[in-house]
């Protein structure tokens, strides 16, 4: 199948396994999809070798099925506390002055930012463009064929722990799959929500997920930050198992089909029956009660996000507004709170459009899909080209060109 990628995303709660290839227009066109039960993923990070193989096994194998192919190679997604961007600058003199900027110095000064100390337990993930300045003048995306003296840049680079990341080629490697590239979630959930003038003006994307909830910060047409919280929307069955007496399986059902983000939007008088432990007959209980319960962590979760924004300085310059996804974002009121929350930004919710697939919490892998198959690297790849992923570099140049 030409041009097929295949992206797996492997959260807390389920490993997310998604197939596409570009259309004639250049769109995102989704072959198939498939879930999978995942335990075997605490907080971002693998605690369980042969569950998280065995999930990821599951739903490769399902997609392998829907379309008749094998799979041999996945392209991840990597996320958690250890993982974390940073900009890096670099810098290259033109010889001769104002002769034409070309594809070999816009390499080399991206391989100059890249030359920065990263200590021995960590590995560098992704180094993405954010900016070009030629002579000093700042904001260029494409600086080749222009002329100048000095070309400067500013590289996103994102690293993580390096048993991390191995772990995640382990996993991958016993599931009988090997990786292709690993892609910053946070940046990725970004590339599965949000619209091409959102991320040229500046947005943030807040990816509620199980145990964890990722933020990608855009700027100017790139990444500019991005973090994972460690708390999620389990955390919220979790508080309604404990405060009313309840099993897991019961407190995610109440959450699932009565809960609410606001208590405030829930009328007073609305109630729900919840089946308590120890009990054979459901007891009624106030819907508004249950609601605040959710309100509670999720306006803590929402809090967080709101803190972290504010510690980046970025929060002026998000006209784009903040998207909530995930499959935490799907509760009722979870927009409204967050706009409650952060009472100057714009807030929407939104999920890719993936047809045949309950879409919840499939931000990350079609952003995924999106970065593989959109965000090329042609004009970045060395002539000789490189079989290591860690060395290659992709710009959102493409994806913001019209064709995304």
Known sequence: MKDLVTVLDLGSTKAVCLAATASDSGDVEVRAVAVAECRGVRRGVISD??????????????????????????????????????????YVPIYPRSRSITREDVLQVIN???????????????????EFMVDGQRGIQKPIGMSGSKLEAITYIVTGPHTQLQNIEKAVGMSGRKVEQMILTP???????????EISLGAVVVDIGGGTTDIGIF?????????????????????????LKTSPEEAE??????????????????????MQIGQTVARPLQRHVLCEIVESRMREIAKMVAQHIEKTGLMAMLPGGLVVTGGGAALEGTDKLFSDVMKHLRVRYAEPPVSGANTN??????????????????ELAP??????????VRTFWSLLSGKA
């Open 219 to 243: 700027s100017n047409g790139s990444i500019a930050g991005s973090a994972t919280l460690p708390i999620g929307s389990s955390h919220v069955t979790s508080d309604i198992s404990k405060l």
């Open 383 to 392: 002539a000789s080209g490189t079989l290591d992923w860690k060395e290659r």
């Open 49 to 90: 070798l042969e569950e998280t193989a065995r999930a990821a096994d599951t739903a490769v194998r399902r997609v392998q099925t829907d379309l008749g192919v094998t799979i041999d190679d996945v392209i991840v997604g990597v996320s958690g506390g250890g993982v974390e961007g940073s900009d890096a600058r670099g």
């Open 112 to 130: 100059h930012s890249r030359q920065i100390m990263i200590p021995p337990d960590r590995e560098m993930i992704q180094a993405i463009p954010r």
């Open 361 to 378: 919490g499939m931000a990350a892998a079609m952003g995924m899909a999106r970065f593989a198959l959109q965000c090329f690297e042609d």
């Open 187 to 197: 940046l990725a959930s970004g590339l599965g929500v949000l619209t091409q003038e």
């Open 253 to 274: 059902r109440l959450k699932r089909e009565h809960g609410c983000s606001l208590a405030s939007l829930v009328p007073e008088k609305a109630s729900v029956e919840v």
